[in-house]
């Protein structure tokens, strides 16, 4: 009895840990080294160009399709 809810257990728990590295394979990673931070994103986004902004936007990604 406590073997197979053992055995149950541990299988719910690998299913669901497994499900969530699934979700990063599709991210990719954005480092900014001079200010310190990173960040991940989605692959279909691309970078876009900012002006040297007041309000201290470094890089701004969007998605392909977005306008």
Do not use: H
């Not at 541990?10 to 900014?32: E, F, M, N, P, R």
């Not at 310190?36 to 309000?55: C, H, R």
């Amino acid at each position: 009895m406590f073997q197979s809810l053992r055995i149950l257990i541990l299988t719910l728990i690998s299913l669901s840990l497994i499900s969530c590295s699934v979700g990063l394979a599709s991210l990719q990673s954005y480092v900014d080294a001079s200010d310190g931070y990173q960040f991940l994103y989605p692959n279909g986004w691309v970078g876009v160009d900012v002006k040297q902004s007041s309000q201290g936007v470094d890089v701004i990604f969007r998605d392909i399709s977005e306008g």
